[in-house]
Structure formats: structure tokens, C-alpha cells
């Protein structure tokens, strides 16, 4: 009894072995090819359990949903002898899984193989072009040309390319700093040259505002002597009239600004009354 319960057992176990080699699933984003002896014998599409035979047939599984390529940037030369950092982006899904697994077998090599071609169309279509059509509205013409040329390499590989982007192209590091210097170097020299017309114009404008200047004072001292000179002449005109018309009484005002410039609180003088300088004094004008 215990004998027949151990070859149930082995039996068992040898049907599940063989179930497990014979079934396979294929999920929904997957795509598979049966291999008998490592050629392929079947192309399998749709999703479910399947079977196949086993010991002698193997499967390898394809991914059939959009994949991204993301090769490193890589230096190129334009034209116009301009070398730019580009840097690409693609996107791609495999559609002849018999030829992918004939050509790359694998999405590893297929990789590979798919940046070498976009570096290569990128180079060689970005060498036909100059760095000003590169940044004008030819741009998407551009892209049109490297994106043709991947997608008729790579269906040589069993794979159909969706879009090939450049995602930055920028100038190399060493030219970038060369460049940098350069306008750093040009900036400072026009602003020196900014500075330099700045100081020449202020100093003019400076030169011209003290030469009006000295010009209106000596203008207005000129007018102010000459007003002073008018004044003073109708001064004197007036106190010769006034002297002319009443010299007694001129000769008494006159006598009058003595006194009041000569005393003040402080002031004693001792001068005799009968003097001429008191003569005004106890006297009436008549």
C-alpha cells in the first residue's frame, strides 16, 4: 500500500512537471514566439494560457507597448562648422517579433542597436544643416528628416519608431566658457567705453554749467553796478537839489545825522556849547 502511494506520488509529481513545461501565459501587453530547438516555430498574440511542447519548445516574451529610448548626448558638427551636445529622445515598439528575435533577439541589443542608428541619422543629417536653421522654424523639418531615416533603420530590426525628438542641444562646455569669457570681456569693455563717454559728457556738461554761470554772475554784478551806479547818481542828484533849494535847512540835517551817529548811552564828550558843532543847539530853524 505504502509502495503504490509513493508511485501515485512520483506520477503526480512527473504530470505536474510536464503540465508546467507545456503551459505558458501570455499577459495583455506581451507578445510571444515559441522556440523549438532555438528556431521559431510560432508567433503568439493574443493573451491567455497557451500551450506548448514540452522539453523541446521554450518561449521568449516581447513587450508590444510604446518603449523609450534615451541614449546619452553625443557631440556633433553642423554646417557651419558649429559643434553642438545633442540629445535625443525616441520612442519605439516592436511589431515583427520574428525578425526582432532574428536580428537583436533580445531588448538589450535592440538598444544598442537603435541608438547607434538614431546618433548616426542625427549626426549625419545635423552635418547637412547650420546652426541657424537648426534654431529657426526649419527645426521641425529637421526632426522630419532624422525621424525618417531612424524609422527605415530600424524596421530593418522588427521595430517601428514612433518619434524621434532632440530634447537639448547645447554648445559644449569648453565653448560654452569660451564664449562666456568673451562676452564677459566685450561687456566690460563697452561698459568702460559707456563710463569713458559718461565722464566726457558729465565733464562738459560740468565745464558749460560753471562758464554759464560765471558768465550770469558777471552779467548780474555788471547790471548790479550799473543800477547802483543809477541809483547813486539819483541820489546825488536829489541831495544837490535838496542842498540847492535850502541850504540852512540841509545844513541843519546834516547836523542832525551828527548828533545821532555821534551819542549813544555810552558816549560822554566834554566840548564846549559855544563850538560849531552845537550851533543848532537853543536855536530855533526859522
Known amino acids: 500500500m505504502k509502495k503504490n502511494l509513493q508511485y501515485i506520488l512520483i506520477g503526480a509529481a512527473i504530470v505536474l512537471v510536464i503540465a508546467a513545461q507545456s503551459l505558458y501565459i501570455v499577459r495583455q501587453p506581451e507578445q510571444a514566439i515559441v522556440l523549438q530547438f532555438g528556431d521559431p516555430v510560432r508567433l503568439v498574440q493574443e493573451p491567455g494560457l497557451k500551450i506548448k511542447v514540452p522539453f523541446i519548445q521554450n518561449v521568449v516574451f516581447y513587450d508590444k507597448r510604446l518603449l523609450n529610448l534615451e541614449p546619452p548626448a553625443q557631440?556633433?558638427?553642423?554646417?557651419?562648422?558649429?559643434?553642438?551636445?545633442?540629445?535625443?529622445?525616441?520612442?519605439?515598439?516592436?511589431?515583427?517579433?520574428?525578425?526582432?528575435?532574428?536580428?537583436?533577439?533580445?531588448?538589450?541589443?535592440?538598444?544598442?542597436?537603435?541608438?547607434?542608428?538614431?546618433?548616426?541619422?542625427?549626426?549625419?543629417?545635423?552635418?547637412?544643416?547650420?546652426?541657424?536653421?537648426?534654431?529657426?522654424?526649419?527645426?521641425?523639418?529637421?526632426?522630419?528628416r532624422i525621424s525618417q531615416a531612424v524609422k527605415a533603420d530600424a524596421a530593418q530590426l522588427g521595430v517601428e519608431v514612433a518619434d524621434v525628438r532632440i530634447r537639448r542641444a547645447d554648445l559644449p562646455i569648453?565653448?560654452?566658457q569660451a564664449i562666456n569669457d568673451r562676452m564677459k570681456t566685450e561687456r566690460i569693455r563697452e561698459a568702460k567705453g559707456y563710463r569713458a563717454?559718461?565722464?566726457?559728457?558729465?565733464?562738459?556738461?560740468?565745464?558749460?554749467?560753471?562758464?554759464?554761470?560765471?558768465?550770469?554772475?558777471?552779467?548780474?554784478?555788471?547790471?548790479?553796478?550799473?543800477?547802483?551806479?543809477?541809483?547813486?547818481?539819483?541820489?546825488?542828484?536829489?541831495?544837490?537839489?535838496?542842498?540847492?533849494?535850502?541850504?540852512?535847512?540841509?545844513?541843519?540835517?546834516?547836523?542832525?545825522?551828527?548828533?545821532?551817529?555821534s551819542f549813544d548811552d555810552e558816549t560822554s564828550m566834554v566840548i564846549a556849547p559855544e563850538g560849531e558843532f552845537f550851533k543848532y543847539f537853543g536855536k530855533s530853524l526859522k
Do not use: H
Request: aromatic residues 8%; positive net charge; hydrophobic residues 35%.
Open 197 to 261: 563717454d559718461g565722464e566726457k559728457a558729465a565733464q562738459e556738461i560740468r565745464a558749460t554749467a560753471d562758464k554759464q554761470a560765471t558768465i550770469t554772475v558777471a552779467n548780474a554784478e555788471k547790471e548790479a553796478q550799473k543800477i547802483k551806479g543809477e541809483g547813486d547818481k539819483k541820489a546825488t542828484e536829489i541831495w544837490n537839489n535838496a542842498t540847492s533849494s535850502d541850504p540852512e535847512f540841509y545844513s541843519f540835517y546834516r547836523s542832525l545825522e551828527a548828533y545821532r551817529n
Open 174 to 176: 569648453q565653448v560654452s
Open 75 to 144: 557631440e556633433v558638427v553642423l554646417k557651419d562648422k558649429k559643434r553642438l551636445d545633442v540629445d535625443t529622445f525616441s520612442r519605439y515598439r516592436i511589431t515583427e517579433p520574428l525578425t526582432f528575435y532574428k536580428t537583436v533577439r533580445n531588448e538589450y541589443q535592440a538598444q544598442n542597436r537603435l541608438q547607434e542608428i538614431v546618433n548616426s541619422s542625427a549626426r549625419n543629417v545635423l552635418a547637412t544643416v547650420t546652426l541657424k536653421e537648426l534654431l529657426s522654424e526649419k527645426r521641425n523639418e529637421i526632426m522630419k
